[in-house]
């Protein structure tokens, strides 16, 4: 069986230490397939006013470009320039449940994220997005410090 | 709404100020412009506002009414029938994970919600519990009820028939529906009418949805801080305004929509409170409310003076049939235009019938009203036309009185909410008058700014002076709205149906099923 590794990243720092961990990874393993995740922070449950909904769509498009590029693009681009089967991804949500939903989706067999990268107040409340992921995953999860 | 009546927008203000705002400011010039005002616009203030013959009963309010009854009828009760499939679109059971990202269903109602919770629920509910006693609350939540399948008819029509631009953006509304959907069913006329419900909706945006807003909320003001002039909070909300609108400072906007959600559920919580601290008195209260919707309790009028107070304030608070919530909502991202319909029908419910109703039990429980003991009927003021109060208060301060028997600082927390629902509302307003004018002038920079800064000095002329005549007018055209858009919903209603029936086809056959989440 082939194993695909899911890459959580958040374009700090720990994300790229997550990608640099699974790219040793991977080069460890005889068939692997890497999938680069980004996710662009969003609830449906908060206030807009009726012009930020009427220009929603059009900013959602801008965020997912803007994202692809900075980001995802890269990060895919550096791994299959070192060989690897790389493919990216780019979705709105909430972190930790997007990127178990995804990996679970496209078949991951593992997740692989950078540990928490803010720190502060609401951290301390709610918890950061690895702590929820590494409490809800359907698959294992490697926090990368 | 946020429009009261005529009547409440006088007691209030009176009630809260200790000298009218007119004498503030150069009192010659705005008497002339009432007076002008008032002459030019006067017949049709009149015949909006008309009462059928040898009655008191404004046709407008039937009008609305008799519309909610039909719609229910026609489309099988869909508030009932539907209602827990809204709450679960509401919830998100049915949006595709993959969608996230763009408007749900629950931002579109937030956002529909923060235009109609207002003033009409604290200061329109005082009014027609002050007037037509307990017994209004019950023909209120009678017409809320109904009026939830008016909202279901515009807003599916609303996403239905809105304008997708080739960069994503969307717009939408009765207009829209209106020229469209007549066009589609060959029906001549849907484009003067699309026109004049534009020109309608301006004038109730720059009126109701501005003028009326900046003029109660300066009323809170100086109810608390001691009086000085309208033009000062005229200039700062038109500068807080103009910076949302046309700066484009997004902060104050998001601050505004995260404020006044959690200002409503204050609101209701501490309603709940007193409900709870006074729990041997719910039963009593709608005792109150049954007896009084029949008997009228010796209100003035009797049972029709309830049920017309009743009727008014719903119709004048939830804005259901008027049309402007169909502009809230057609941002959604939904592929089935009917499903913001279902979740549309949710909002008459929390803005009348829990909100108008809590309202109403506070002041009920808090006995602001007076009983006479021997017969137990409410005992009339020296003028006849209303139930007298413990301290003589109506509108505003009769809510804020009955909050404060039981919550002392709360009147406080009132104001400030008070004040936030009118600048809400006039973010809502102008963006709901900002489609209507880009509807008739075109989509455009130089277009919309006109728009806005007419917007933003209608503000300022609407908290300086006292235009009586001016806010009639532009309640009056908010109703126009709603003559227009009902006339139109009787054409297009059958469509909204045939969605309706696809949708309920599709539904029951697991062709549309929830996501897992």
Redesign the interface.
């Given at each position: 069986m082939t194993a695909k590794i899911v890459i959580g990243l958040d374009g700090t720092d720990t994300g790229e230490r997550a990608l640099a961990f699974a790219k040793d990874l991977a080069s460890k393993l005889d068939a692997c397939e890497l999938l680069a995740i980004y996710v662009?922070e969003?609830s449906?449950?908060?206030?807009?006013?009726?012009?930020?909904?009427?220009?929603?769509?059009?900013r959602?498009?801008e965020?997912?470009a803007l994202a692809t590029t900075r980001i995802v693009d890269p990060a895919v681009q550096a791994l299959r320039d070192a060989g690897f089967n790389a493919t990216g991804l780019v979705?709105?949500?909430d972190v930790a449940?997007?990127l178990n939903?995804l990996a679970v989706e496209n078949g991951g067999t593992q997740i692989i994220v950078g540990r928490a990268s803010s720190d502060g107040f609401a951290k301390r409340i709610f918890g950061s997005s690895t702590q929820n992921l590494v409490m809800h995953a359907d698959v294992p999860v490697t926090v990368v410090g | 709404m946020k429009n009261i009546a005529k009547t409440g927008l006088l007691a209030a203000t009176t009630a809260l100020m200790a000298s009218p705002l007119a004498a503030q400011d150069a009192p010659g010039i705005d008497e002339r412009v009432n007076e002008v005002f008032a002459n030019v616009t006067g017949p049709f203030v009149s015949a909006i506002f008309a009462p059928f013959p040898g009655t008191e009963f404004p046709w407008i309010v039937m009008w609305l009414v008799v519309a909610a009854t039909i719609f229910t009828i026609y489309f099988g009760f869909v508030q009932f029938r539907y209602f827990k499939h809204a709450i679960q679109l509401v919830k998100?059971d049915y949006?595709d994970?993959?969608d996230?990202?763009?408007?749900?269903?629950?931002?579109?109602l937030?956002?529909a919600l923060?235009?109609t919770v207002g003033l009409g629920n604290i200061a329109g509910v005082a009014v027609a519990v002050g007037i037509g006693g307990p017994g209004a609350t019950f023909w209120m939540i009678l017409a809320g009820l109904l009026g939830m399948a008016s909202k279901f008819t515009e807003c599916t029509l609303g996403v239905k028939y809105r304008n997708e631009y080739p960069?994503?953006?969307?717009?939408g509304g009765p207009m829209y529906y209106i020229s469209k959907g007549f066009k589609e069913l060959g029906i001549p006329g849907g484009g003067f009418l699309a026109i004049l419900f534009s020109v309608f909706c301006i004038l109730g945006a720059l009126g109701g949805g501005n003028m009326f807003q900046a003029n109660q909320a300066h009323a809170q003001i100086s109810g608390i801080v001691g009086d000085y002039p309208g033009w000062i909070t005229g200039i700062v909300f038109a500068g807080v305004v103009f910076a949302v609108?046309v700066g484009g400072i997004?902060s104050i906007?998001?601050v505004t929509?995260?404020v006044?959600?959690f200002m409503g559920i204050l609101y209701v919580g501490a309603a709940l409170i007193i409900l709870v601290v006074n729990y041997d008195m719910i039963g009593w209260a709608f005792g109150q409310i049954f007896a009084g919707a029949f008997t009228g309790l010796g209100v003035a009028g009797g049972f029709v003076g309830a049920l017309i107070q009743g009727f008014k304030r719903a119709a004048f608070s939830n804005e259901a049939g008027v049309g402007s919530a169909a502009?809230?909502h057609s941002?959604?991202?939904t592929k089935e235009p009917i499903t913001e319909g279902f979740v549309s029908l949710l909002e008459p419910l929390i803005d009348t019938v829990v909100i108008c109703t809590m309202t109403a039990l506070v002041i009920v429980i808090s006995q602001q009203l007076i009983i006479d003991p021997e017969t137990g009927n409410y005992v009339l003021n020296e003028a006849g036309n209303a139930i007298s109060t413990v301290d003589g208060n109506s509108g505003v301060a009769l809510t804020s009185a009955a909050f404060g028997s039981s919550i002392s600082w709360f009147p406080y927390v009132l104001a400030l909410a008070v004040v936030l629902f009118a600048f809400s509302t006039m973010?809502?307003w102008s963006?709901?008058g900002l489609k209507a004018w880009t509807y008739l002038f075109g989509e455009g920079k130089g277009s919309e700014l006109t728009f806005k800064i007419i917007f933003c000095v209608f503000i300022v002329i609407g908290a300086a002076a006292s235009l009586g005549p001016v806010i009639d007018f532009s309640d009056a055209a908010i109703f126009a709205m709603a003559v227009v858009n009902i006339f139109c919903l009787y054409f297009l209603m059958k469509l909204v149906k045939v969605e309706l029936f696809s949708y309920a086809s599709r539904l029951q056959s697991g062709e549309i099923r929830k996501f897992a989440?």
């Open positions: 662009i969003w449906p449950f908060t206030f807009q006013t009726a012009e930020e909904n009427e220009q929603r769509h059009k959602r498009e965020e997912i979705r709105h949500g449940e997007t939903r | 998100g949006s994970p993959d996230a990202g763009e408007v749900s269903h629950f931002q579109a937030a956002t923060s235009g960069d994503g953006t969307v717009s609108i997004k906007a998001n929509e995260k006044v959600p502009i809230a941002a959604v991202k973010i809502s963006y709901y989440h």
